[in-house]
């Protein structure tokens, strides 16, 4: 192994520090004329007046040669815990040292070159008040460990209590399923006693009838018709009597629901409290990054920008702007140092990327939640980067005659749900701004969607559940009517070729029947069906857009059997509400990505090795399935 040369005695200036701060840096050649590599991020180690030690985990070796050759200089923004601006420097490297045991795992010596003096006295007085406080700190640790002991005991209670209330909400959602199922057949006998009661009733007015004809007849004959109308009468009266029992049986399991609804609501609001802790626990308080899935091992501690987005609209739609505005800040200081789109996903730790993959539709959601924090708080500063977004989302539009935007720079496949989103995008943005290439970049889009939408539906064919059916809440059932497009023919498709009910059993063992929404459809996956919550609850929200849009329209009954189908699938996704599964959120609940695990989704990816995995997306759109939030939507004043 290589191992720099240095002094005891230049060991010996650094001080150790207790704790680490962010430091990202860049190569640049000796010449200072070039830079030799993008941003990367590091860690204080240790630190001296004329230097600094740097931490780095996945330094890449071509780089690393170019250090241990001594072939380059560094360019540092060092990051100091309650400083506004990140402190620029200049370094040369004194050492080099990797890691045993830890690949492209390095140990960095820099000698200044280059810093402002005052700034360099701050860092120095931030080493020096950390390590003259350390006993101090030991003192406090002993302390909070006795007060680690007495909240584990609370915090046991609260985990119990958050089970208990998990459990009485799914114990609750299938009373009131089999009393809901229990009314319905009631309601099927009374109709089929009220045909047999009607079909007697004619029967009784023919002989009536006919018994009118034969006054003049003969007795015997009068006497057949008289005995046949006491018979019908007497069959007539017991069908009543039914009639009368079904009623009241039909109005005391109303009355029940009623209670069990009462009930449920209650429940259901402790818990959609609970999952927005949840959600406000995932977010790292430094960078405020959000854990997208808890529990697998394929995506550990990853920030997908998708979820990110998600997290934005659920932190902007309960006003909750200080959480929004630290992952708005994450992204407006990549965006300052990348060039092109932001990448797909990031280490929620330290900021460094987790995927190298440049998603175009990832960042229209992002912009879009962007708008809707620009909307919401009357806080501009971040609608530049919502445009700094779109001009690179015109660039690949243009590369379509038709108005479509390809899936990323340089691939020419296109997705109907990006175009969508992609819509929304531009027409929020011209909502916001006013500014007419937005509008003109909507309205491509609209004739592009236009057209294949219409080419599905008539094919008869409808893609995942959040791409065709997501019209609906993307342009709207009015717009889509306008266009020529039968939005009720969109939901049955989704319903016919993705409508499921599964058996999901949930963390502590229990079996429930739940119907939802899969990805694909089941007869063209090689798996069982799956209810994916996401999905599902977007498929929630389609309903009651629905159910507004024919309620406009006087269309009650239609309008209404919209709404049951919303209420339906909202009781499957409160069979998917669990408790948060690490020590520290148990007191918190959240909902399964899917009733499955590990399942391939039929589109280039797989679901989460984990079916009690917590999803931010799942739990978030749950959330606006509830309360009836449409992200893609800007708040009316």
Known sequence: MWRPEYAGQERRKYIRLDSVFPVEFRLVSLDGKRFLSDWLQGFSNNISKGGICLSVNNFPPDLAKYLKDKQAKVSLDIEIPLNRKPIPAQAVISWIRDVADEPNKYLIGLNYEEIDSRQGSRIMRYAWTKKLFSPIALSIIIILGLALVVNSIISAKLINGNKALVGQLVKILQES???????????????????????????????????????????????????????????????????????????????????????????????????????????NPRNGLVMSFQGDKNAPGWAFIYDQALAIEAYTYFADFERAKKVLNFFKRKSQKEGTLFLNAYYINDGTPAQQMVYAEANIHLGIAILQYTKKSRDSRYLGMAEWIAERIIVLQNQDKEGGVRGEPNIEWFAMERNLNACVFFNLLYKVTAKPQYLQARDKLLGWLSRHISEEIAANKTDIVDTNVW????????????????????????????GVKVEYVRPDGQRVKIEGFDFTPERDAAKAGVVYSEGTAQMVLVFKIMANFYYKKGMIAKARSYEVKADAYLVGLGNMIIPGLSLSEQAESCVAYATQDAADTGHGWVMPRSK???????????????????????DKE
Do not use: C
């Not at 609906?472 to 016919?496: C, F, H, T, Y």
């Not at 009690?612 to 800007?634: C, D, H, K, Q, R």
């Open 177 to 283: 399923s089999i009393a809901k199922q229990k009314v319905k057949e009631l309601s099927r006998e009374r109709q089929d006693l009220q045909l047999e009661i009607n079909a007697l009733e004619v029967r009784i007015k023919t002989a009536e009838e006919e018994r009118g004809r034969l006054e003049t007849a003969k007795v015997s004959e009068m006497g057949e018709v008289n005995s046949l109308i006491e018979k019908l009468m007497q069959e007539k009266d017991s069908l009543q009597e039914q009639m009368i029992s079904l009623q009241r049986q039909e109005g005391a399991i109303t009355e029940d629901l009623l209670h069990l609804d009462k009930r449920k609501a209650n429940l259901e609001k402790a818990n959609l409290d609970k999952m927005y802790q949840w959600i406000k626990k995932r977010q």
């Open 471 to 498: 019209a609906i809440a993307a342009i709207g059932p009015e717009k889509l009517d306008e266009l020529g497009i039968n939005p009720d023919r969109i939901v049955e498709l989704a319903e016919d070729s993705r």
């Open 612 to 634: 009690t995995s917590g999803s931010i997306s799942g739990t978030v759109y749950t959330l606006f399935a509830y309360y009836s939030y449409n992200p893609l939507e800007l």
